[in-house]
Structure formats: C-alpha cells, structure tokens
C-alpha cells in the first residue's frame, strides 16, 4: 500500500467499493436473486450471560486433539473442575436451552440447578476419540494398551492429558478435577483410574459399563442383548451417529422374529460394515478378549489412590452389574475406609438424575434422586474438590430400601442394617403344587413346560416398543408387573404363603435349578418377585402386582466353563446355578413372595435354537427346536434360590 495516498485517495476507494457493492446487486437482481443476508462469519454476544463458554482442541500425546467444552461461571476463582468425557457429543450436551444462565444450559445429567451451579465448578465435557468434534478412530470401549490395544494411547492416556491441559491452561480453577459420568460416560472415570492424574480428586461412575459379557450391555451370561444391536450401528457407523437403524414393524417382537438369528438381522442391516460388530459374532463366549478388557478384573489389580463413588441402580436395565462388580473388587483394599464409596437407588439406569419420585408405575414418598444429588453426590465432591470445605458425613454405603422406602446408612455392602443384625443365605425351595417356601422337599417331583422358539416368551406386555421409538419407556420395564408372564404355560411360577411379618433382602439372591432339557442348549432365565395383596386400597391399580426385584437369564451351554461353550446332554438333571443382581427389598406383610422359571426374553435376548450349534449368531431356521424342560423338586435334586435374608435387630437401620 502506498503510505503517501492523501484524503482524496481514501475518498475515491470508498466511492469505487460502493460501485462495486451496488453492481454486485445489480448483477443478482439481474441473475433472479438477492443478496445474501446472512454474515459470513456471526459472532453471538455474550456479554449478559453468567459463565463463559470456550470450544478448545487438546492435543493429546499422539497429536490428536479432542473437542473440549470448558463452561466457566463469571467471576469464578479458585474453582475446581468437573469433567465428563463423553461419546455422546459434548456440544448438545452443553448447550441444552438457549439461555444466558448456565444452570439451564447444562444437560440434566448434570444435576445443574442442585450441585454444579451452587457449587460454582467449572464444568467441561469432551468428545472422547473418534466422536463428534474430535480427531483420531473410534473404537468401542476402547481397551487399555495391551494385548488388545497395541498403541500408546487409550482411554486412561486421554483422561492423563486432558486433566493436566485443564489444570495448566484455566487460570480460574484450584487444580482440583473431578470425573463423573452415566453408562459409557461412567465407563471413562474407570479407565482415569488407571495410572491417574495427581490433580484428579474424585471419581464418580454412575451405572458404569464394566463386563459387556458377564451382565452388562452386550450379553447376560452368554445370551446377546441383540436389542442393543440399534446402537452399536448409530455408535460406531459414523462419527457424528447420523446413520439410523432401520425398522418395518411397529411391534419389535415381529421385527426380531421376522429375521432369524442375529447375524442375518446384522447382515441385513450392513453391520457387517462395522468393526465392533464382527469382533461381538466372533467372541459369543466369554474368552481372553473379554476377561482382558472387564474393568472389575483390571482395577482389582490396581493401586487405590483416588476417592471413588461407584452409584448403582436396582432396576438398571443395561449396566445393572458393573457397578457391584467394581465395589467387590475394590473395596477390600480400601483398609482406611475413606475411598470407597457406594450408593444404590431405586431406578433405571440414569435414573439418579431424572425424577426419582416415580419409576414405571411405583411411586416413592419423595424425590430419591433429589436426596441423592444433595444430600450424598453434592457433599461428597464438594469435600475432595472444594478449597476449604467440611468434611462431608457420607456413610460408606446409601443404599435405598425398597418396600419400606426408605435410605440406609451401611458400612458396607451387604450389610443388612447399621445395627446388629445378619446376613444368611436362605434356600428358598420350589415346592409341590407350585407352592414356594424355606421347606426343603419331601417327595419326588418335577413340573415341566414345552419351550418353543417359534413362540418365545416376550421380556414385557406387547406390543414391544422399538427401542427410541416414541415416548420412551424402555427403561422401566424391569418394573412392568410380571403376570402378563405368570399367564403362560411356559412360565413355571411358584409362591409362598402370604407373609404375616415383614423379609428383608439383602444382597444377590442365587439361583440353583435343577433342570433337564430334552434339546442340547437350553436358556434359563430366574426371577424372585414381590406379589402384592389381591387389593391395594390406595391405588388399586396394584391389587395383586408382580413386581420383580431381581431377574436374570443363563445360556445353558455355559453351565460347565463360560470360555467353551459345550452341549447339554438331553434328558439328564443338571445344576445351573447362577447369581441374580442384588436387591435391598423388604416384601411386607400381606405381600407373597414368588419364584418364576422360564427360557426366553424376547426380543431382548437372542432365542437359544435349543439345538446346539457353533454360533448362535448363525442359527439356520432347522435348527430352532422345541423343548421339554423340567424343574426337578425333590429330595437330592431341589431347585431354590438362595436368598440373602437379614435377621436381628434392624430398628435403628435407616434415616
């Protein structure tokens, strides 16, 4: 540019850039449009609003950067950090209701107007690797480096490199970081536990994806969750989760049976195309590359250095066993007993920061997940977080006791009650006549049903809603009242007497049944149910409601070994004895206790053939036979549940 140019200069550029304005119309006009009126670049004003927001890329060790979103309320010093990691989007995360308030802004997943606001954190989200605004391949769950991950970085790597970029790079915050996440999000504070940052604080898993084989989200003791297959198609098909499964029915029920075994119904929906998938058909059991990426088992071998809070739910439908998993491996560590921590509330998964007043058709008496976030998660992060803060009461164990409704203050899990009392697993027999109680059997006896694959038994009232289809209520069935079930003729249902004094649970009722299949692979599937009065005179609704407070499913096939699959032989009793998930459930007075036996949870679980083949996945239509199964109930070869029952002095056990 010429710095000698005077005012006329100046005068005769203004006047040649107008011209140049002015024809640009003209020649829209001429074209048959107008200009545009949208800026090319739009800087929103943000000076009103109580937090700033900064959209920033960290590099990680290997060059990949990661979309981070840092939320900072206005005037905040010395503020710690809470971050979530997230495959999920952090941007829609964090922006919610277009509000110049941060509170409404945050997911309700952050518990925003009850902990986070009022505690003034920082608060970041960030899209793991792979998803949404960040670099780098996505893999599912990604495995720690190792056998199964050959690079340097993994999911522990990238929680190191985030929290050190965080503490050095806020200049608001007290260098104090903790993690919190639900489901996947609760899977990433278990992965920072490795090898972790000396600025993480505080860890919370809440309903974490630990085993994917053993009873999380992938299979439930060798039978496949191929209700999941929806996600693992819109998670791994493409980075920003555009790409939509596809269904033709309104009833799922048809859909899953229209199709045949599950990896016809992949193929048919391209998952062949996605590496998660493949490596799920390859590995039906419960071989080294699952033991090697289950969370319980690698933390286990661990140093306890980081506070944890692992939250579970009772009624969690898709990672009702990860949390447990986790406590039982590492609470025996934790000698000081100031590290671990566990809560365990009356939901579905995620349940703790949605309404806990209501779930499916209970009601409780207030809020649950309201006293959670205030009277247990928000003190707990406030006391390793929070410069100067008390130091919080939070009891070792929360643990809510349903039936009676109400919360409990444990020192350890199971525990039963605070005072004197015990814990002692009770065989609970199935008996003549369908009748169930604590007397072992006398007589010889069976009862028998006819399985039929072609007919299997629906996991709830049909028609069976497309998971996402419509108003949600997926979440709540593992409360739908189960007589739709006990109406079958391929449903065995025992009951006891009704009960003149209240029977506490606590802990993982087990069960133990004795049963021959005339096929060579059989499911079973167990659940322990409260029955209701016959009237319920304050909501008739549950006269006589069926209210399963544990349930679960095993693949026969893994009755000896859960690494080999192997055929059962037909028309022989043998035992399969398996864990159910824990309760902590008192069944009242006038309430009846009910034992249900059945092979099928459809179209949530894959039908088993009950022929034995290779591979379920690729079960041809020959091969879905049906089957003879008995219970046996007699001496020598009894069929129970062992259920944890508390005994003794249980007054002074709750709050």
Not at 144 to 168: C, F, Q, R
Not at 291 to 304: S, T
Not at 438 to 452: E, K, Q, V
Not at 533 to 550: I, K, M, N, S, T
């Amino acid at each position: 540019m010429n710095r000698s140019a005077g005012p006329r200069s100046a005068a005769t550029l203004v006047g040649i850039a107008a011209a140049l304005v002015l024809l640009t119309g003209a020649l829209h006009a001429q074209a048959g449009g107008l200009p545009s009126e949208t800026p090319e670049h739009f800087t929103p004003v943000t000076s009103s609003f109580d937090y700033t927001r900064r959209d920033v890329m960290i590099a990680m060790r290997d060059g990949v950067r990661l979309h981070t979103v840092i939320l900072v309320p206005k005037g905040a010093a010395h503020a710690p950090i809470l971050l979530t990691r997230t495959p999920y989007d952090a941007s829609a995360t964090t922006t919610y209701a277009n509000s110049a308030h941060l509170a409404p802004n945050l997911n309700g997943y952050d518990n925003a107007q009850d902990v986070i606001v009022p505690g003034g954190y920082i608060r970041v989200v960030q899209d793991i690797r792979g998803k949404y605004g960040s670099e780098g391949d996505y893999v599912m769950n990604r495995p720690l480096h190792g056998p199964l991950n050959p690079t340097a970085v993994d999911e522990s790597t990238d929680t190191w490199d985030t929290i050190d970029w965080l503490v050095k790079n806020i200049p608001e915050t007290n260098g104090r970081v903790g993690e919190l996440g639900i489901s996947y999000d609760g899977f990433e504070p278990l992965m920072g536990l490795i090898n972790p940052h000396p600025a993480l604080k505080v860890s919370v898993p809440m309903n974490p994806m630990v085993d994917g084989w053993m009873g999380d989200d992938w299979f439930h003791y060798g039978a496949f969750r191929q209700q999941n297959m929806p996600y693992i198609l819109e998670q791994e098909a493409t980075r920003d989760n555009r790409a939509k499964w596809w269904t033709d029915h309104f009833d799922d029920y048809e859909f899953w049976m229209s199709g045949g075994a599950a990896g016809y119904i992949g193929r048919a929906h391209g998952l062949e195309q996605v590496g998660f998938w493949n490596k799920i058909v390859a590995h039906p059991s419960y071989d080294a590359w699952w033991q090697q990426q289950a969370m319980d088992r690698i933390l286990a071998g661990q140093p306890l250095k980081v506070p944890v809070m692992l939250v579970s739910s009772l009624w969690d439908a898709e990672d009702i066993y990860g949390a447990l998993a986790v406590y039982r491996a590492i609470a025996p560590k934790d000698t000081g007993h100031d590290k671990v921590f566990l809560t365990m509330g009356p939901w579905h998964h995620g349940g703790e920061i949605e309404n806990g007043a209501v779930l499916g058709a209970l009601t409780f008496p207030t809020n649950t997940a309201y006293y959670f976030q205030t009277e247990i998660l928000g003190p707990f992060l406030a006391r390793y977080l929070k410069d100067g803060a008390p130091d919080a009461d939070i009891a070792p164990v929360n643990a809510y006791e349903s039936g009676t409704n109400r919360w409990e203050r444990l020192k350890s899990w199971p525990a039963g009650c605070e005072a004197s009392c015990s814990i002692e697993q009770k065989p609970f027999y199935l008996g003549a006549g369908f009748h169930a109680g604590f007397s072992a059997p006398t007589a010889a006896g069976f009862d028998s049903y006819i399985s039929d694959p072609t007919k299997p038994v629906p996991y709830r009232k049909r028609p069976v809603e497309p998971m996402g289809y419509g108003v949600l209520t997926w979440p709540d069935w593992l409360v739908d009242d189960q007589r739709e079930a006990s109406g079958r003729t391929d449903v065995l249902s025992y009951t006891s007497d009704v009960l003149t004094a209240p029977l506490k649970l606590s802990g993982a009722p087990i069960a133990n049944l004795v049963a021959s299949t005339s096929g060579t692979d059989a499911d079973w599937v167990v659940k322990v149910i409260d029955v209701y009065p016959d009237e319920v005179g304050g909501d008739p609704r549950f006269g006589g409601y069926q209210l399963a407070v544990a349930l679960d499913i095993f693949r026969g096939r893994y009755r000896e070994s859960f690494e080999t699959a192997r055929a059962i032989a037909p028309g022989v009793p043998l035992v399969y004895r398996f864990a159910l998930p824990a309760v902590n459930h008192v069944f009242l007075p006038g309430h009846r206790i009910m034992v249900q036996v059945q092979s099928s949870l459809f179209p949530l679980y894959d039908r088993n053939p009950q022929t034995f083949v290779p591979n379920i996945f690729w079960a041809k239509p020959g091969d879905y036979r049906k089957a003879e199964q008995r219970i046996y109930r007699e001496p020598g070869r009894a069929s129970f549940v062992e259920l944890p029952v508390v005994a003794g002095d249980a007054s002074s056990r709750s709050r």
